[in-house]
């Protein structure tokens, strides 16, 4: 029973953990190339996940660097991020 418990918890965790403030994205490909020079990609909090997911649906194997705009900081724990 516990080991069913500490499943369920790593799966449902990360839901639960909420951003706030405003991120911008940048894409880049496996040789280095900027995909979006000419697109500006940004979210608010917790939708910088669907930002991440739906670029990283379109180019498999692209890397993000998550910026905060407030801090101009990369997003610590979210940043650099590999799409597989």
Do not use: A, I, V
């Given at each position: 029973m516990k080991n069913i418990i500490l499943v369920l918890a790593v799966i449902f965790l990360p839901a639960c953990v909420t951003l706030s403030g405003d991120y911008q994205a940048f894409v880049f490909d496996t040789e280095?190339?900027?995909?979006?020079?000419?697109?500006i990609l940004t979210a608010s909090g917790s939708g910088i996940y669907s930002l991440r997911n739906s670029v990283c649906h379109s180019y498999p194997g692209a890397t993000l660097r998550i910026i905060d705009?407030?801090?101009g900081k990369e997003l610590e724990g979210e940043s650099p991020y590999h799409c597989h």
């Open positions: 280095g190339n900027q995909l979006n020079e000419n697109l705009l407030d801090t």
